[in-house]
Each structure stands twice: as C-alpha cells, then as structure tokens.
C-alpha cells in the first residue's frame, strides 16, 4: 500500500499550508503529519514562516522581535514578503520540484490574515508582494485549526511559562479574535484549497481529522489510510 501511494503522487510534492491562530496547534499537527506520511514512504519536509531558510530566519527574528511593527504595517509587510521570497526560491520550490511534499506551518494567508485583515495593509499592496513572491504557487491544501480565542491563549502561555510574550502574543483578545473571524473567513472564500478544522479537541483527534481533509482533497493518497 505504501508503494502504491508514493506511486501515485510521483512528479511534483504536495505543498500542504497550515494555519491558524495563537496556540492552535499548528506544530503539534504538523509534526504528527510528517510522522504519518514517513510512515507510508512519502518524503516530506517540514518547514515554516517567517523562516524556513537561513535568510528569512534572520528576518523572522528581527519581526518577533517587535522591530518590525515599528517601522509601520507596510514596512512589516515588506519583511514578511523579504522572508517568503528567500523560502520559497531556496527551500519550497525545489523540494516540490524534486517531489517531496512540503508541510509548511503558515504560508500567504498569514499575510492576508494578520497584514490584512488586521494591520488593514492595502489589497493592492498585499496582491503585489504575493505576485513578487510566489507567483502562481499556492498550497494544494491549506489546514486552518480553528480554536476558541481563550483556549488557544491558554495554551500557548502553559508553554510559553515564565518567558516573555513575543510581538503577536502581545495583542490584546479583541485582535486574536478578529484574527479568528479573518481565518474562517479565508476558509469559506477558497473551500477547494481550504479546510477549517475544529481543534477544540485532544491532539490525536485532531490529528485524524488532518488526515481525512488530506484524504479528501489530496486523491493522490485515499488508501493510504488504511495503512493506520
Ligand atoms: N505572521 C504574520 O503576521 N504574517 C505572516 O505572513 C506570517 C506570520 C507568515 C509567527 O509566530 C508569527 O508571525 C505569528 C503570525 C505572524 N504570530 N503569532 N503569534 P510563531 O511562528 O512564533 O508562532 P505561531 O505560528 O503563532 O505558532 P503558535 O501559536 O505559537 O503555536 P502553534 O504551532 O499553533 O501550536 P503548538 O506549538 O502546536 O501548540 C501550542 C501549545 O498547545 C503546546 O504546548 C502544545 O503542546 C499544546 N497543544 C497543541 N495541540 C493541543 C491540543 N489539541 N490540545 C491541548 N493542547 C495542545
């Protein structure tokens, strides 16, 4: 069974988005994902952003460190799409070229999310930095966990503990909320590349509920399943 999936899905990789708000559990899905398709011989590579590659690292850390936002929600924007530009040329694009699937947590949406919806950073500008960046790339499919606001601050201060909240971490419950609306709007804009999953739930049913949306939308691996 683990031959013929990786039969099928040969040429390109799958780019698979995650995304979300603070403490949805992005990274515990993903991890759990990559564990899932190693076990059926898919390779996978897991990724994110801001980040992914040694320069959009740099840049990540100058954004968290809340340097970014000083230089106001254009500039900000700007570093976002600096970082995307160095991921995509040197890490996203040649993996999917050489047919390995990538699991990226966060990608363009976000941009639209968080610059957007929230930094209320222009259409016009938004669509020329995506132009700019990647082109005609888009996940084939974007997971959006979907968590009550409360849960997912809660979870992320447990893990955060004593240590200081980072540049997002800091906004105050109306812009996590806001944040919320925007992504299950994105969902209902794009249901062919978009699947708003409940993760209002333990990690391991979420982590099912992954895995029928991959299913679903992804026909290259329906068996695979079975292979569980
Ligand atoms: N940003 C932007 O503005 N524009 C852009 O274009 C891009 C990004 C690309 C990057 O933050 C920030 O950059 C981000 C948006 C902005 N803002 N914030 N905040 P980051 O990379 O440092 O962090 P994050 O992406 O926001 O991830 P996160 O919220 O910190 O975590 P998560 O990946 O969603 O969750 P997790 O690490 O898997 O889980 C959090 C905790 O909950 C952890 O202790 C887990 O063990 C626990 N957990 C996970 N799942 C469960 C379940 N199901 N039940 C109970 N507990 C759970």
Redesign the pocket.
């Known amino acids: 069974m683990a031959e013929a999936a990786v039969k099928r899905t040969s040429g390109r990789g799958k780019f698979i988005s995650f995304e979300?708000g603070?403490?949805?559990?992005?990274?515990?899905?993903i991890k759990k994902l990559a564990d899932r398709l190693d076990a059926v011989k898919l390779r996978a590579i897991v990724t994110?952003?801001?980040g992914g590659s040694p320069g959009a690292e740099v840049i990540r850390h100058l954004?968290?460190s809340g340097m970014g936002k000083l230089l106001g929600p254009d500039a900000e924007t700007l570093l976002?799409a600096a970082a995307r530009d160095d991921h995509v040329r040197t890490v996203i694009q040649p993996a999917l070229t050489q047919g390995i699937w990538v699991l990226c947590?966060?990608?363009?949406d976000?941009?639209r999310a968080?610059?957007g919806r929230l930094g209320q950073v222009a259409p016009g500008v938004l669509n020329a930095m995506q132009r700019v960046t990647i082109g005609d790339l888009k996940p084939d499919l974007t997971i959006i966990?979907d968590v009550p606001v409360e849960v997912?601050l809660q979870?992320?201060a447990?893990?955060r503990g004593s240590g200081a909240p980072?540049r997002?971490?800091a906004e105050d419950i109306k812009f996590h909320q806001d944040l919320r609306d925007a992504y299950r709007q994105i969902a209902a804009d794009d249901p062919q590349r978009c699947v708003l999953i409940d993760?209002n739930?333990?990690?391991e049913t979420?982590a099912a509920k992954v895995w029928t949306a991959l299913r679903d939308h992804l026909f290259a691996i329906p068996n695979a399943a079975s292979t569980a």
């Open positions: 979300g603070e403490g949805s559990g992005k990274s515990t899905q994110r952003e801001p954004l968290l976002f947590d966060r990608f363009f976000s941009t968080y610059q966990l997912g979870r992320a447990a893990r980072d997002f971490e993760a739930a333990d990690a979420v």
